[in-house]
Structure formats: C-alpha cells, structure tokens
C-alpha cells in the first residue's frame, strides 16, 4: 500500500523560480530517499536523508525532514525547463534481504521558459 | 556506478500469452530485486521482492501465480506476465540491491512497458 501523501500533485512554475514538494508518510522510517522521473523512464535517485537528519543539501537540492510530523519537503532551486519531471519520496523498510521502498503518489513538476 | 538492466524495453503481446521481462544488474550481484508496477500519471506500486534463490515475496492482493518472479542466480530476476490482459498493460520497473553494497544502494532499472492488444 502507499506509504506517502504528496502535495502538490502537479506544479507548474516559471524557470528560475523555486519549487517546493511536500511528502508525507504514516510509519517510522529508517531513511527517506528523493527520485525523479522523466516521463517514461526509470527513476534517478537524488539524494537521501536519514531519520536522524533533518537537512541536507546536494547542489541545488535541499531536502528537510521532520520525524515528529512524519514529513518531508524537496526544495528545487533556480529551476530549469530541464528539471521537468515527475519527482517522487520514498520511505525504506529494511527486509532480511535489502531496502524495500515504499513510494508517495508523485508531485508532476513542469518548469516553462 | 552499478547499473540495472531491463529488457525489453517496449514490448506488445496479444492477450492470452505470456510476455517475459529480465532485469539484469549489470556490474554488481544483486541478492534483492523489487519488481514495481506504475500505471500513466501514477506511483510506483511494489509488486514483489525477489530473493535469490528463494521463492518470491508478494504484496497482497498480487497474484503470485499470474505474475511469475524468478531470480535464479545474483545478476538476473524474470517477470513473467501470464495470459495477459490489456488490463495489465502498465509499465514495470525492476530495482536491485545488494548486503555487499555501500549503504545497501538501491538501483533502478529504467522499466518495460508492457502493452497488451
């Protein structure tokens, strides 16, 4: 079952604005991993926090994570026509064998020039 | 970096036959792959987790027995749809990971679509 509420489901802003996703999950969590897809492609991880972090920073990606209202937010910067794409939070649940990944619904991001 | 590998990655099938997709990883042995499902303008939703050597794990409500996971050796799992349904027409995306990995990495396969006629 999905894990994750994220708001907006679809964004759509001017290059060179920022923009901000918000994830929200319902069970504690071992880590909390952001992605990205492009329309029909595979997924490009971007940058991971871990439950006892509540910041961290990968060029012009900040992401925030707050255990106490089980959320987290992505913060792209400067926004660029090519970070159109669909952007995804993932909350893991360590199994015998590996992560297992439990996905939010998606913010749809379209940057315009 | 580690790679994962699907194939293929755009396939058509008529209904009622079986269509298979492999996910490699490509430069690193995978003891855990996932299988996901994602529908158009949707989330990815986990099928399976495919241990090797081991007999699948499926989430509820997957039917084990229409979709077929085989991970016969630590570089390669199979998806098999069987008697296919436009309705299961989706695109699937596998993801590998290994104990033996920094950080116990999770990587992406970039995912088959998969169209049933």
């Known amino acids: 079952s999905q894990q994750g509420e994220e708001d907006p489901q679809a964004l759509s802003i001017q290059e060179g604005e920022n923009a901000t996703m918000n994830c929200s999950y319902k069970?504690?969590?071992?880590?909390l991993q952001w992605y990205r897809q492009n329309s029909g492609r595979g997924l490009v991880h971007l940058i991971l926090?871990?439950?006892?972090?509540r910041e961290k920073h990968s060029g012009r990606l900040r992401v925030t994570l707050d255990t106490s209202k089980k959320s987290s937010s992505l913060l792209i910067t400067a926004s660029r026509a090519a970070d159109t794409a669909s952007y995804f939070c993932?909350?893991?649940?360590?199994?015998?064998?590996?992560?297992?990944?439990?996905f939010g619904t998606g913010t749809q991001l379209k940057v315009e020039l | 970096g580690a790679v994962v590998s699907q194939h293929p990655s755009r396939v058509i099938c008529k209904s009622g036959t079986s269509v298979k997709i492999e996910c490699r990883s490509l430069?690193?042995?995978?003891?855990?792959m996932f299988w996901y499902r994602q529908f158009p303008k949707q989330s990815l939703m986990l099928m399976a987790t495919?241990?090797?050597?081991?007999?699948?794990?499926?989430e509820q409500g997957v039917e084990k027995d229409k979709f077929l996971i085989n991970h016969a050796s630590l570089t390669l799992s199979t998806l098999t749809v069987t008697s296919a349904h436009p309705e299961d027409s989706s695109f699937y995306i596998c993801?590998?990971?290994?104990?033996?990995?920094?950080?116990?990495?999770?990587?992406f396969g970039e995912g088959s679509w998969l169209t049933v006629v």
């Open positions: 430069d690193f042995q995978a003891t855990t």
């Open positions: 926090i871990r439950s006892n972090e």
């Open positions: 993801s590998a990971s290994s104990r033996r990995l920094s950080g116990n990495t999770i990587y």
């Open positions: 495919s241990n090797e050597g081991s007999k699948a794990t499926y």
């Open positions: 069970t504690s969590i071992n880590n």
């Open positions: 993932a909350t893991d649940k360590v199994t015998g064998g590996g992560n297992k990944l439990t």
